[in-house]
């Protein structure tokens, strides 16, 4: 499954590099973009691990950058 979330707080592309890099590497993500310009995180994860993926990546969003927030539509 595949899809895309609104990241409020991203000030600087340079976070946006560091937060997909650390997404990518959590357990079940097959693919993560973080786009500084449109403020997009687009995930990639089996259907069946999706929720637990997105969570995952909104704990580790929290504990890499505390003023950035996944919004879920």
Excluded: H, Q, Y
Excluded at 19 to 26: D, F, P, Q, Y
Excluded at 49 to 56: D, P
């Amino acid at each position: 499954m595949k899809k895309s979330f609104k990241v409020k707080g991203i000030d600087c592309a340079n976070c946006a590099a560091k937060l997909e890099e650390g997404i990518s590497k959590l357990p079940g993500v097959e693919k993560a973009t973080v786009s500084f310009m449109t403020e997009k995180l687009t995930l990639t994860a089996a259907d069946d691990k999706f929720e637990e993926v997105l969570e995952a990546a909104k704990a580790l969003t929290k504990k890499l950058e505390p003023d950035w927030e996944i919004v879920e539509k």
